[in-house]
């Protein structure tokens, strides 16, 4: 989009001075500068850019185009002086503004950024181009009010804006209003045309996750498999919708399809040790926590082995695990009651009813730990 508002040649700015000679000089280089600049030749570009500075000291054409050529490069800070120098000689230099705006967001200094758009706002408050950016930006540093007021003058100006859609989507998410994040992202499928954003589908796959409907999340899932078969947060959807509808033998064939893909990947490796577990296949899921444990230590998996002992009958040995667990990570409620629970199942609820209580003296609340511990107490 940044692109689209780049100047083609210099007559776009009528400020040149300078002979005319030197003013067609500047219009040829200025229009070879920016045809290397899109044909992704930053090298050349900037050569022509610094032959202009050398006919004009300040052009604020060349100084775009140099800021253009370095923030294309990544080297941002760079882009950043060329832009900033051609505003102190230039002020309200639209694309300047443009460029300056953007690095800063690359930055992630989304503060600086929505200062520089909405700069550019006082000049031209119905660019849709920016209304989006300073709403996505207001969006990162979870400022909702603002965001949401950006993206819907948006939608008031173009309803069906992509943009918009997509960022009220991801804002609604951000902050678990899932049903409202499902309402602007299904606006953007069309039933109709085989050409829809894969990223739509999984995005809306999620919210069913979270919403924990996931028989309509599946839906979506496998929708987007048939544009991409290995797309990874497809296979991981189906693969955890599958283990929400305790279907552990789906979810195990998704799992190990991302494997197949990505055999080290010692998240998915422990997903898939908590599906053979859950379905009693003990010897598989101790393979899959191991091999996850070789990679890297993983307290999923750990837990995982813990578990797996007690669902053994072992429960000394699971024991022995969760007690190393929560000397490692003391605040971890779901270790303190999987540990009481390996306590009452070996006969001894007085030590289950201490390990509850130890949890609590940390001042942390838990109602799952409060239920278990008044349970433990009344029964």
Same mark, same amino acid.
């Given at each position: 989009m940044l692109d689209?508002?780049?100047?083609?040649?210099?007559?776009?700015?009528?400020?040149?001075?300078?002979?005319?000679?030197?003013?067609?000089e500047i219009s040829t280089l200025s229009k070879r500068g920016y045809q290397l600049l899109k044909e992704g030749r930053e090298g050349e570009a900037e050569t022509?850019?610094?032959?202009?500075?050398?006919?004009?000291?300040?052009?604020?054409?060349?100084?775009?185009?140099?800021?253009?050529?370095?923030r294309k490069k990544n080297n941002f800070h760079d882009a950043i002086e060329y832009y900033a120098r051609c505003l102190s000689c230039h002020p309200g230099n639209n694309y300047a503004l443009f460029g300056l705006a953007d690095c800063y967001k690359a930055l992630n200094q989304y503060h600086k950024a929505i200062e520089i758009w909405e700069q550019y706002l006082t000049h031209d408050d119905r660019n849709i181009t920016v209304l989006t950016r300073v709403a996505d930006a207001y969006r990162k540093i979870r400022d909702f009010k603002k965001s949401k007021q950006l993206y819907l003058r948006v939608?008031?100006?173009e309803e069906s804006n992509p943009y918009a859609l997509i960022g009220l989507g991801h804002l609604h998410y951000d902050f678990k209003e899932y049903t409202d994040?499902?309402?602007?992202? %299904? *606006?953007?499928? $069309?039933e109709n045309s085989d050409s829809v954003d894969i990223r739509v589908l999984t995005s809306i796959g999620n919210c069913h996750r979270k919403l924990k409907t996931f028989d309509k999340g599946v839906q979506y899932f496998e929708r987007a498999l048939k544009y991409d078969p290995e797309n990874f947060y497809a296979l991981y959807g189906l693969a955890d919708c599958y283990r929400g509808m305790n279907q552990q033998f789906r979810s195990i064939e998704y799992w190990n399809k991302i494997l197949?893909?990505?055999?080290?990947?010692?998240?998915?490796? %422990? *997903?898939?040790? $908590?599906?053979?577990?859950?379905?009693?296949?003990?010897?598989?899921a101790e393979e899959y926590y191991n091999k996850a444990m070789s990679i890297e230590f993983d307290i999923y998996a750990a837990l995982g082995l813990a578990l797996l002992r007690k669902g053994q009958g072992k429960y000394e040995e699971s024991v022995?695990?969760?007690?190393?667990?929560?000397?490692?990570d003391p605040k971890n409620h779901r270790l303190y009651i999987d540990l009481a629970d390996s306590y009452e199942k070996m006969g001894k609820k007085q030590k289950a009813i201490e390990t509850l209580e130890t949890f609590q003296r940390q001042g942390i609340r838990s109602h799952a730990v409060s239920d278990i511990l008044k349970r433990l107490k009344n029964s």
């Open positions: 689209q508002q780049t100047p083609s040649s210099f007559e776009d700015y009528p400020d040149f001075e300078g002979t005319e000679h030197e003013n067609n022509e850019f610094k032959k202009i500075l050398a006919l004009e000291e300040n052009n604020n054409y060349a100084l775009v185009g140099l800021g253009d050529c370095a939608l008031d100006m994040a499902l309402f602007y992202w %299904t *606006r953007m499928l $069309d197949e893909i990505d055999p080290n990947n010692k998240v998915i490796l %422990t *997903r898939a040790g $908590d599906a053979y577990r859950n379905s009693g296949d003990y010897k598989t022995e695990r969760l007690e190393a667990l929560v000397k490692n």
